[in-house]
Each structure stands twice: as C-alpha cells, then as structure tokens.
C-alpha cells in the first residue's frame, strides 16, 4: 500500500487511488488494470505502461470420480505447478503449492523427484486459491472452506512468499479467511519451525513425519539427516510454546517399512514428546518409488494402537487417486 501511494504521489494522483487499487488487486482478484473501472481510463493506461499482472491461467484441468479436481496453472514463465479442490460434504478444501518443483528428494513422493525450478512469488500462491475457491462456487455451488499447503514444494524453503501469501488471503484487505483453516505442511526444517513460532503465527501446521526413529526416516526423508526428530521436537514444542497450537503428524503408512506395532510404538511415544493430533494416510503409489500401501487391517491395527493410549488419530483416505491428484502424486504428468 505504502509503495502504491508513493508512485501515486510521483505520478500526481491522490493518495486514496492507492486503497482502491489495492481493493482491486488483493480482495476483487483483477486481472487486468482494464477491470478496475472506478479509476480514471488515464490512471488505468498509466499502470498498464508501469506495470504487469502475472496472472495464472488454468491450463489444464482433470475430474476424478470422487469429485476432486486437480488443476495444471501455467505461470506467465511458462513453469506449471498443480493445485487440487477437495470437496467433501462438509468442507472445500483447496491444496495448493509453494514451489515449481521440489528440491528435497523424499522417495515416496513424485515432487520429490523433479528438480526446484524457483519459489512461487506470494500472488502466484494467493491467485491458486482464488482460482480454486471460483472452481468451488461454480462446480459445487459451495464457497472455499480451507486451504492446505501441500502441493509441490516445500513451504518453509519459501518463507517470505508462503507467510505474504497468507497474509493476503487472510487480511480483511484481502479474501479474509481465517487462519485457522489454513494448515502449512512441512517435511520439518526446525530453524523455520521456530521462526513460526516467534512470528506467532495464527494458521496450523502439520509435519511429515512417516516415520518416528531417524533411521528410518532418514531412509525415506534425506531432510531429516540435518533436522533429526529431537531437533524437530525441540522446534515443534518452542512453537507450541509461542502459538498455543497443537501440531498434526501426518504419518503415510507404508507396507512392510512403518506399519508394525513397534512403529505405531514409537509414533505414540513422539507424541508424547509434542502435544498433536495424528493423521494416518493412505499411501499413493507413484512409478518412481517400489513403496506400497499398508493392508487394511495392519493399518486398523496400528490406529487402534494409538488410540487405545489416548491418542486422537484420524485416518485419511486418499482422494483423487485415478488422476495423480492425492498426496504425494503431484508431478505436472501430461
């Protein structure tokens, strides 16, 4: 806003042109300078030689047999990122990602697998929410009810974007969600764990965990060779401390590697460590990884495990599975 009103300033137009822009831009989600028909034709040519907007387009789109439809966005560089909506009866849940690509290398995940091309800018995350949130009214009738970050990237490696995109979507200036139906998903970098928690952030947020003694989880998450799980517990407790927030440990159950009763041991004892709430999910296959999905007794056996001790546990099934649009499967496939 402050850098609105000083151009306007320069150019000789009044500083109250600067709100009106920013309405414009930040809660009517224009597209063009041509849209914002309360500014002199002038003022709207003077922008249009000043400036651009990047708007995504929605390049492709794909239906599943659930409901879930999962997006390809085209960036005004060309790079393609997905984003997916969930409906469900009781909720519209948007999944939209933080980076073009991914640049840690977790080998159940097809992100996993690409190389980081670059960070989202803070408009190219808010414009897939908004993007979405049109698709949810105009599909299902139904306004936007949640946003996860758990697309391609991670979000932590893109700090500054992911924290200005929120405060864009959550501002009264803005789409004014609240934050606490926005969840950030992280793979755990416990440095900008903390850094949450001393910017006393308000939204939620969940960690990959998949699996809770570090051998293990290194196997699977390399992230976790410089962020072990004590230091993750360290930075997921200073969080607590500073939030109040309880943390959601997002645990994929994988056939014959952490489905024991000895595994569902060691996640119940981690959660005794940092106060949460787990999320069992189903796994995804994905061509690049031999990993399978847990039987489904083993998988009622390990969540009746956690439960029995006290643990609150919901088990997530996958959406979106026949087009590569469930968790771990977002790759930009042709």
């Known amino acids: 806003m402050e850098q609105l009103k000083n151009w306007l300033s320069e150019q000789k137009e009044p500083a109250f042109r600067a709100k009106q822009i920013h309405e414009w831009l930040w809660k009517k989600s224009a597209r063009s300078f041509a849209d ?41 560089d ?23 690509g991914c640049s840690l ?18 408009g190219e995350i808010y414009d897939q929410v908004v993007e979405i949130a049109r698709q949810a009214e105009g599909k299902f009738n139904a306004p936007l009810t949640n946003i996860v970050y758990m697309g391609m990237g991670e979000p932590l490696l893109n700090y500054v974007n992911v924290m200005k995109s929120i405060e864009y979507i959550t501002s009264p200036l803005g789409l004014g969600m609240s934050p606490k139906r926005i969840t950030v998903s992280t793979a755990g970098i416990a440095k900008m764990i903390k850094k949450l928690g001393d910017d006393e ?16 989880r290194n196997q699977i998450m390399p992230i976790n060779e410089s962020n072990s799980l004590d230091n993750l517990a360290e930075a997921l407790n200073y969080f607590y401390k500073k939030t109040g927030n309880r943390i959601t440990f997002e645990y994929i159950v994988f056939k014959n590697f952490n489905d024991s009763l000895q595994d569902a041991k060691e996640l119940w004892e981690f959660t005794k460590r940092v106060p949460g709430r787990v999320n069992i999910i189903e796994y995804n296959p994905i061509a690049e990884s031999d990993f399978r999905n847990t039987d489904a007794d083993k998988l009622d056996k390990f969540a009746a495990f956690l439960e029995d001790r006290g643990v609150t546990v919901s088990v997530r099934r996958s959406r979106g599975k026949d087009i590569d649009a469930a968790c771990g499967q977002l790759a930009n496939k042709e």
Do not use: W
């Not at 952030?201 to 293990?216: M, Y």
């Open 36 to 76: 914002m028909t309360n500014l002199s034709l002038s003022l709207r040519q003077l922008l249009d030689e000043h400036f651009v907007i990047n708007a995504l387009v929605t390049d492709k789109q794909q239906h599943s047999n659930d409901g879930t439809v999962k997006y390809a966005f085209r960036l005004f």
């Open 78 to 100: 060309d790079h393609l990122v997905e984003g997916v909506l969930i409906p469900a009866t009781d909720r519209m849940t948007a999944c939209v990602s933080s980076q073009v």
């Open 105 to 122: 290398t977790c080998t159940f995940c097809a992100t996993g697998y690409m190389d980081r091309k670059r960070n989202l800018e803070a």
């Open 201 to 216: 952030v308000r939204f939620r947020l969940a960690l990959s965990l998949h699996a809770a003694n570090d051998t293990k």
